[in-house]
């Protein structure tokens, strides 16, 4: 065979070359190809687990994950002696999350089915939330991850919907704020809204220390919604909220607001309002409107009735200011309670003329019997030598014209000009209570300085708070401050005395069996609702305090459009009622029981029973009153008279 000739050779030698070159070339550019993917790859991987790791993690997190809010417990609130006025307990609320029943896509695009109808899962709801389907239906269809079904319903609701075992739907455990006493002291409480947050009364004042802190539950769930049995479940549970303890007695409380309601009806009152007060600490042991209400079923009734007007209402004081005036005068040395003075039935000032609630011949009187006759033309004497600057000073060192230290909301400073702005007719009308006007608590306030021997103590409704180790961590005593002498006190409350006591008292209704009283009348004609003027409606008080020598309590009763409207014919058989229940519940001993407190409070347990019949004898001489001798004639005791009237400028109704 013939040889190949070098020139084939050569070729075909080029032609392997070629081939292993292009092999290596492939090679090359498929470990090029190889690389950038790797390096390209790498990258994503960085950047996903290095760069963006947080970012994405926060959006994995969004995409199962759910945080929900755990109320905290809200402390309670009781009474001085332990009784709960306001207590949570635990409740069931219901919840969906919306995702399970709408289709949805995971992130890699893998389509996830609803887990149920939302039209099937409101079906099966809806009778045990006595609620509509479609309502539920609506909800359950809302997009977003977490929605409220019910809050707050009975325990058994739900279980009963936890045994349905339906998916996307859960039950958390929520607290709901009850009122076990219902409206007793409803004003002065206060209520929450559904999430336990304050919005009015003391519930609203002292929210910060009742509310605690609350917790937080975590849950991870599936895209549809549905729960992932191995996923994260944290629980930080809330820290409960602290105990709050108040002044107030329950058992005075119930008596006041029982005699506020009684007198309404009994008077044809519109309103009414007593406030009874702890001498010496300022305690508040009774803070009492009606109309009222039940926090526990807000929602029908008028919104004023939630208002405590004890602390937001004012009114003109009447008579019952005069205490006031006589005290600032005996203070100033002016006057003694022996003091005589000449003093007739009428007083020209400014052009205006001033009378007595009667007529009567120029008499000679001691200042105890002006005021037990309460008599307008004596005190406006006496305010005249006193002085329009000395008497706003006085009147404000009682407590008029500002807020008391209480803090709670609403609360009214009243109202009294600065002398410098005062008429020719202010200094008389102002010393009898008219042309001024304050809250029934500064009324009871200014009365428990003269309680106090002189000495001003704030008045608080809040003893102390209970923490987590169950003892009573009380608020400071508030401050006394001296208005006036311990002489003056003593005085004006021997005055005082007499106006309930005396044989010419307008008073003597208020007197309570077992008990001496000091205590004054007051009447006082209501503005007009235009603010010009005065309307034919009136506003009856009394205000005083008990023992006499040695008070303990006092007691101040205002009642809204009363008929007949004199004080001494309405308010004053009130705080008779309301004074008895308080001293019974100090353990306070009647007169003549000696050191046997066993003996003293069985006497007290007979002379409460008694009320109810004084209350009937009170009516019936208020009839009388009327019948035979005209509005204002109790026995022959004349009571005051608005000053529209004691000027001459309007006959009595």
Do not use: C
């Amino acid at each position: 065979m013939p040889s190949a000739s070098p020139r084939h050779s050569r070729r075909g030698a080029a032609v392997l070359r070629t081939s292993e070159q292009v092999a290596v070339r492939r090679i090359r550019w498929t470990l090029a190809i190889f690389a950038v993917l790797v390096l390209a790859t790498t990258a994503k991987l960085v950047e996903i687990q290095v760069l963006d790791a947080a970012d994405l993690a926060a959006v994995s997190e969004r995409q199962r994950a759910r945080t929900i809010e755990l109320p905290a417990t809200r402390g309670r609130i009781y009474d001085r002696d332990g009784d709960v006025l306001a207590t949570s307990v635990q409740a069931a609320t219901i919840y969906a999350d919306p995702r399970a029943f709408r289709a949805t896509e995971t992130p890699d695009g893998l389509e996830v089915p609803a887990a149920a109808a939302a039209g099937d899962v409101a079906a099966a709801l809806a009778p045990v939330l006595s609620q509509d389907a479609a309502t539920i239906t609506e909800r359950l269809e809302e997009d977003r991850h977490f929605v409220y079904l019910a809050r707050q319903v009975a325990h058994e609701v739900g279980e009963e919907v936890r045994a349905l075992g339906l998916p996307g739907i859960g039950v958390l455990v929520e607290p709901h704020r009850l009122y076990p006493a219902g409206p007793l002291a409803g004003q002065v409480v206060g209520f929450t809204d559904i999430d336990a947050q304050g919005l009015q009364g003391l519930e609203s004042v002292y929210d910060g220390v009742l509310s605690g802190t609350p917790g937080t539950l975590l849950l991870e769930r599936a895209p549809g919604g549905l729960d992932i049995a191995s996923g994260v479940r944290e629980l930080s549970p809330p820290a409960v909220g602290t105990d709050v303890v108040l002044s107030l007695d329950r058992e005075v409380q119930h008596v006041a607001e029982l005699a506020a309601t009684m007198a309404m009806e009994e008077y044809d009152a519109v309103g009414a309002s007593i406030v009874v007060t702890e001498v010496g600490t300022g305690d508040i042991l009774a803070m009492a409107s009606t109309p009222g209400f039940d926090p526990n079923e807000r929602g029908d009734e008028d919104p004023s009735d939630r208002r405590n007007r004890a602390v937001t209402d004012v009114f003109e004081p009447g008579s019952t200011q005069k205490a006031l005036t006589i005290a600032a005068a005996v203070e100033e040395g002016i006057v003694a309670p022996s003091t005589t003075m000449s003093v007739a039935d009428n007083i020209s000032v400014s052009g205006s003329t001033f009378t007595d609630s009667s007529s009567h011949a120029t008499s000679q009187w001691t200042v105890t019997e002006i005021m037990e006759r309460s008599s307008n033309v004596g005190t406006i004497q006496i305010a005249q030598a006193l002085g329009p600057e000395q008497l706003d000073a006085y009147l404000r060192s009682f407590g008029y014209g500002r807020p008391t230290a209480l803090g709670f909301p609403g609360e009214s400073g009243g109202l009294l000009r600065h002398h410098e702005d005062w008429w020719g007719t202010s200094l008389p009308t102002i010393a009898m209570g008219h042309g001024v006007a304050v809250t029934l608590l500064q009324l009871a306030h200014s009365y428990g300085t003269i309680a106090n021997d002189g000495v001003a103590v704030s008045p608080r409704l809040v003893r102390g708070t209970v923490g987590e180790d169950g003892r009573l961590s009380p608020v400071p005593a508030p401050p006394g401050e001296r208005v006036i002498s311990t002489t003056t006190a003593a005085a004006v409350r021997g005055m005082l005395e007499e106006a309930v006591h005396g044989e010419a008292g307008t008073g003597g209704l208020a007197r309570v069996d077992g008990y001496r009283v000091a205590g004054k009348t007051g009447t006082a004609r209501k503005p007009s609702e235009g603010g010009a003027g005065y309307s034919n409606q009136y506003i009856a008080t009394f205000v005083g305090m008990a023992p006499a020598d040695d008070p303990r309590v006092v007691v101040a009763v205002m009642i809204d459009e009363p008929w007949p409207f004199y004080g001494g014919l309405t308010a004053a058989p009130v705080f008779a009622e309301v004074m008895q229940a308080a001293l019974v519940a100090l353990r306070v001993p009647p007169e003549g029981s000696g050191d046997d407190l066993s003996a003293a409070l069985q006497l007290a347990a007979e002379h409460a029973a008694r009320i109810a019949d004084a209350e009937v004898a009170a009516a019936d001489a208020a009839a009388r009153a009327v019948v035979e001798g005209g509005p204002g004639l109790v026995g022959g005791a004349a009571d005051d008279r608005p000053a529209e009237q004691a000027a001459g400028v309007a006959d009595p109704p």
